[in-house]
């Protein structure tokens, strides 16, 4: 059985940082592409970040580009996102979505229906 589960999440300042963690277990396939997707009260769901499954590849929405940051620990299966600069438009839900096999990373974050998703870990940025 597939699981993906979310932490790191919390209140910060405008500017401040978070670290969020996705734990994946369960995947029968080697591969899996992992994305990060928010959802802010009123905003229909968007993809934020994507990596491959060897890491190697990565997307960023426009939003977050140069400020976040995505990586991956397979010998932990985690997936993290460094999220730098806050801004309270950041403000939403964090979830981490994968499907098995070899998902190109843009395809990933484009599509916002997925196989498998996380329970999301609330970001708050407000001073």
């Known amino acids: 059985q597939v699981q993906l589960v979310e932490s790191g999440g919390g209140l910060v300042q405008p500017g401040g940082s978070l670290r969020l963690s996705c734990a994946a277990s369960?995947?029968?396939?080697?591969?899996?592409?992992i994305g990060w997707f928010r959802q802010a009260p009123g905003k229909e769901r968007e993809g934020v970040s994507c990596?491959?499954?060897?890491?190697?590849?990565?997307y960023y929405a426009d939003s977050v580009q140069g400020r976040f940051t995505i990586s991956r620990d397979n010998a932990k299966n985690t997936v993290y996102l460094q999220m730098n600069s806050l801004t309270p438009e950041d403000t939403a839900v964090y979830y981490c979505?994968?499907?098995?096999?070899?998902?190109?990373?843009?395809?990933?974050?484009?599509?916002?229906?997925?196989?498998?998703w996380g329970q999301g870990t609330q970001v708050t940025v407000s001073s």
């Open positions: 369960g995947f029968t396939k080697y591969y899996y592409t």
């Open positions: 979505a994968a499907e098995g096999g070899i998902t190109p990373v843009q395809a990933m974050c484009v599509m916002t229906s997925h196989d498998y």
């Open positions: 990596i491959s499954s060897s890491g190697t590849s990565t």
